[in-house]
């Protein structure tokens, strides 16, 4: 049985709750403890239709299952933060594993905590009452005198869908531009398939995935020369060149100039 058999006293509670579980059984039993605390209760069955039901009705906190066919928890949760209209909202995964690697991605993509099967139901409340309240404050302090609004993105921007899953795609590719994961992962990693994403990617840069990534290494590698003191072969690393020989060829081939050459002509023009 994956959750634990104990009862809790419910407290009343207010706002929306989104729960995210491709398992009828589990759904049910989190539905039917929350039923009573006074939160509003959506469901959806995969990562793609949490994320769609998120968008429409901004739930308070998204309880989110890990392992899912399709889009799993990971894939809904990067979705999540790459949409301005979804990317405060707190995540909490509830799933049966409980790998050291699971619980750490998932608090580095966005998830504000993660909770093993089996648990305790008073536990579950009591952690969505916190991160409830700690969004809300969070709300009230932007909305106070002398605070910034939370960036808006221009109406005349790229088409939600569109937007999310390019920007989710391009986080997971600037995390680690030595290592990007094959298109297959990629698209499964932001929930959608090859085709798609790849079309996608041409509408909003004009380019295919690694085209872009080409591109965002060399932009990255010219921001490292012109801003850090790390050497040529660190930078070359860094961003996927795996040697200085490799990435001064690409260097030259585009600027015409070494990276060394680049560096120390910047120097000299700022001194």
Same mark, same amino acid.
């Given at each position: 049985?994956?959750?634990?058999?104990? #009862?809790?006293?419910?407290?009343?509670?207010?706002?929306?709750?989104?729960?995210? &579980?491709?398992?009828?059984?589990?759904?049910?039993?989190?539905?039917?403890?929350?039923?009573?605390?006074?939160?509003?209760?959506?469901?959806?069955?995969?990562?793609?239709?949490?994320?769609?039901?998120?968008?429409?009705?901004? +739930?308070?906190?998204?309880?989110?299952?890990?392992?899912? +066919?399709?889009?799993?928890?990971?894939?809904?949760? !990067?979705?999540?933060?790459?949409?301005?209209? #979804?990317?405060?909202?707190?995540?909490?995964?509830?799933?049966?594993?409980?790998?050291?690697?699971?619980?750490?991605?998932?608090?580095?993509?966005?998830?504000?905590?993660?909770?093993?099967?089996?648990?305790?139901?008073?536990?579950?409340?009591?952690?969505?009452?916190?991160?409830?309240?700690?969004?809300? !404050?969070?709300?009230?302090?932007?909305?106070?005198?002398?605070?910034?609004?939370?960036?808006?993105? +221009?109406?005349?921007?790229?088409? +939600?869908?569109?937007?999310?899953?390019?920007?989710?795609?391009?986080?997971?590719?600037?995390? &680690?531009?030595?290592?990007?994961?094959?298109?297959?992962?990629?698209?499964?990693?932001?929930? #959608?398939?090859?085709?798609?994403?790849?079309?996608?990617?041409?509408?909003? #840069?004009?380019?295919?995935?690694?085209?872009?990534? !080409?591109?965002? !290494?060399?932009?990255?590698?010219?921001?490292?020369?012109?801003?850090?003191?790390? &050497?040529?072969?660190?930078?070359?690393?860094?961003?996927?060149?795996?040697?200085?020989?490799?990435?001064?060829?690409?260097?030259?081939?585009?600027?015409?100039?070494?990276?060394?050459?680049?560096?120390?002509?910047?120097?000299?023009?700022?001194?």
């Amino acid at each position: 049985m994956p959750f634990a058999k104990e #009862t809790a006293s419910q407290a009343a509670l207010t706002g929306t709750l989104l729960i995210v &579980d491709d398992s009828t059984d589990d759904l049910s039993l989190l539905v039917d403890y929350f039923r009573d605390t006074g939160m509003r209760i959506a469901v959806a069955l995969d990562g793609r239709e949490g994320y769609q039901k998120a968008m429409v009705i901004r +739930p308070d906190l998204v309880l989110m299952d890990l392992r899912m +066919p399709g889009a799993d928890g990971h894939a809904a949760c !990067r979705l999540l933060k790459a949409d301005p209209r #979804t990317r405060d909202i707190p995540v909490i995964f509830v799933s049966g594993s409980n790998e050291p690697g699971d619980r750490l991605a998932s608090l580095r993509m966005g998830a504000v905590d993660y909770i093993s099967k089996p648990f305790s139901p008073a536990e579950v409340l009591e952690r969505v009452r916190i991160h409830v309240e700690l969004s809300r !404050r969070a709300k009230s302090a932007q909305t106070q005198p002398g605070t910034q609004p939370a960036l808006q993105l +221009p109406a005349g921007d790229m088409s +939600p869908a569109l937007n999310t899953l390019v920007v989710a795609a391009m986080a997971v590719l600037r995390r &680690d531009l030595a290592h990007a994961p094959a298109l297959p992962e990629l698209a499964r990693q932001v929930g #959608t398939n090859e085709r798609k994403l790849t079309e996608l990617f041409r509408q909003a #840069t004009g380019m295919p995935v690694f085209t872009w990534l !080409r591109e965002e !290494r060399f932009q990255v590698a010219s921001r490292m020369l012109l801003e850090t003191d790390l &050497d040529i072969q660190q930078i070359a690393v860094h961003v996927g060149y795996g040697s200085a020989s490799n990435f001064t060829t690409m260097f030259r081939e585009r600027l015409g100039v070494t990276p060394r050459d680049f560096r120390q002509a910047h120097r000299e023009a700022s001194a």
